[in-house]
C-alpha cells in the first residue's frame, strides 16, 4: 500500500503561481511513477503531469507545457507540482497518483491516489 497525502491548494489569482506537494509513505517511494490529475466540477478527470522513478521522464497534456513543472525528491518522498501563470481554466481539484511501472498520462494506469486539494483561479 502506498500512502498519498496533497497540500498546496488555494486561492490565487489569473496569472500567479502554486507549488503543490504530494507526500507518500508506505512503499519504497523511488519504485513507483507519479503523476498529477485535476478534474473540475461537472468534468472528467484529466490528466496533467507524469514523471518517472528517477525523475529523467516527464510527460505534460498540452494544455499545461510552459506552465507547470513535475519535480520529485525521493529522499523526502515527495513529488512537487509547480504551476505558473495560472488561467482561470486551472481551477479543479488536483490528485496525485502513484504506480509502478513507466509513466503515462492515463487514470487508470494508476492504482494509489490521494484525497486531492483544490486550486482556484480567479479571473
Known amino acids: 500500500q502506498v500512502q498519498l497525502v496533497e497540500s498546496g491548494g488555494g486561492l490565487v489569482q489569473a496569472g500567479g503561481s502554486l507549488r503543490l506537494s504530494c507526500a507518500a509513505s508506505?512503499?519504497?517511494?523511488?519504485?513507483?511513477?507519479m503523476a498529477w490529475f485535476r478534474q473540475a466540477p461537472g468534468k472528467e478527470r484529466e490528466s496533467v503531469a507524469a514523471i518517472s522513478w528517477s525523475g529523467r521522464i516527464t510527460y505534460y497534456v498540452d494544455s499545461v507545457k510552459g506552465r507547470f513543472t513535475i519535480s520529485r525528491d525521493n529522499a523526502k518522498n515527495t513529488v512537487y507540482l509547480q504551476m505558473n501563470n495560472l488561467k482561470p481554466d486551472d481551477t479543479a481539484v488536483y490528485y496525485c497518483?502513484?504506480?509502478?511501472?513507466?509513466?503515462?498520462?492515463?487514470?487508470?494506469?494508476?492504482?494509489?491516489w490521494g484525497q486531492g486539494t483544490q486550486v482556484t483561479v480567479s479571473s
Open positions: 497518483a502513484a504506480a509502478r511501472g513507466m509513466p503515462t498520462l492515463r487514470p487508470g494506469d494508476y492504482n494509489y
Open positions: 508506505g512503499r519504497t517511494f523511488n519504485d513507483y511513477r
